[in-house]
């Protein structure tokens, strides 16, 4: 019974057909950083088949160092962001609703990398995941720029008619930097202890949300692992995350996104609660669940093996959202491989779904 997944969620002032969130997934997909018409149709297909929410794969903000390939898709720049209003024009006109996810890489990106070879990795303290110096550290004016380019991001998402935004601010790379003592060694009022190194994250979201309406969704991916440390851990007790979080609710954000790499894991030992559970009891805030969902094994593990990945039921997600553990649930790799998966689930054609294999990663379906 699938039931559960296809009740509407009210996300701030957005009403969301059902809980079924699109994942952001870069795919290297836009020549130039521009989303062009394959793009738009990607996009629309999933929306034409019921999928609740679409977050877009990461756009890099207006920054030179912001992403790591001349295919990622820009957020700013004229010929981008009317690529981007092709696309939000074509799932809404399939009855979609869809966000940015405004993402800078941070000190993941490797030097000489495209499309801005001659711009250094920028991050809070110059440092690598390893704590290696690779650049320097920001100084406060190009902090300031950042919290900027976020804020255009997101106004300019509400001037294009988008639905709300998402933050990256998971996995390794920019804000997330800020969040993790590993790479972010400052002594200014961006550094100090867990709670002050959340300071840089809630900038961005007060500017944002100076910049844009009320009733415009903010939204936070956060993770506790890195790109480069899985057992990575910003937190390690419920009390701690709820001091984690607490600036980042002030700062007016409306749900967070919290990613795990299997989301049938407990965060915490003494409760089956995960990431997104905890989150949402701690803050009471809606939270978007995500990590392996309908499949057997999880990303990173299906690309080193190559090895597909098979569909799995959902019973496990449909009790999270039975039980109001968590409100929505992202689908990634399954969406990816195959645009009719929501479709599919809601009419019990279980027996028609795709497996995943990382071509897949390759493709526009």
């Known amino acids: 019974m699938t039931t559960a997944l296809f009740t509407p969620f009210p996300l701030a002032k957005l009403a969301l057909p059902n809980r079924i969130v699109m994942a952001p997934m870069t795919r290297g997909q836009s020549p130039g950083g521009v989303p062009d018409d394959e793009v738009v149709g990607y996009y629309r297909r999933r929306a034409e088949h019921g999928v609740g929410l679409i977050i877009t794969e990461g756009t890099g903000i207006n920054h030179p160092a912001a992403v790591s390939g001349a ?7 004229g010929d981008a962001l009317a690529g981007w209003a092709k696309v939000v024009a074509a799932v809404h006109a399939a009855g979609g609703r869809i966000m940015p996810q405004l993402w800078h890489v941070g000190m993941a990106r490797k030097p ?19 704590s290696v110096p690779v650049s320097e550290a920001l100084t406060g004016t190009e ?9 255009q991001g997101a106004a300019d998402a509400q001037r294009l008619g988008f639905d709300g935004i998402e933050l ?18 400052r002594t200014d009022q961006y550094g100090g202890d867990f709670v002050a190194r959340t300071r840089f ?5 007060r500017a944002c949300r100076a910049r844009t309406s009320p009733q415009f969704p903010l939204v936070l991916r956060f993770s506790q692992w890195k790109l480069n440390e899985y057992d990575a851990k910003l937190v390690t007790t419920p009390d701690d995350l709820a001091r984690f979080l607490a600036p980042l609710v002030d700062a007016g954000l409306d749900a967070f996104h919290c990613s795990t790499r299997r989301f049938w894991q407990p965060e915490f030992e003494g409760s089956e609660l995960n990431l997104a559970g905890w989150t949402k009891k701690l803050t009471g805030l809606p939270t978007i669940t995500v990590g392996s969902v309908g499949l057997d094994n999880e990303f990173m593990s299906s690309l080193r093996e190559g090895k597909p990945a098979q569909q799995v039921g959902l019973d496990p997600i449909v009790g999270m959202i039975e039980r109001g553990e968590v409100d929505l649930v992202a689908v990634g790799r399954a969406l990816l491989v195959d645009p009719a998966w929501v479709e599919k689930v809601r009419e019990g054609r279980f027996g028609e779904l795709l497996p995943f294999t990382p071509e897949a990663l390759k493709t526009l379906s």
């Not at 295919?71 to 720049?77: E, L, Q, S």
């Not at 000489?112 to 390893?130: I, K, N, Q």
């Not at 902090?143 to 804020?151: E, F, N, P, R, S």
């Not at 994250?201 to 979201?205: R, S």
């Open 168 to 185: 990256h601010g998971a996995h390794g790379y920019l804000i997330d930097q800020f969040f993790w003592e590993r790479t972010n060694q």
């Open 112 to 130: 000489g990398s495209e499309p801005h070879p001659e711009a250094p990795p920028v991050g809070p303290s110059g440092l690598d995941s390893t």
């Open 71 to 77: 295919r990622i898709p820009r957020f700013h720049g």
């Open 143 to 151: 902090v300031a720029g950042l919290i900027d380019a976020y804020a």
């Open 201 to 205: 994250a809630a900038e961005v979201i």
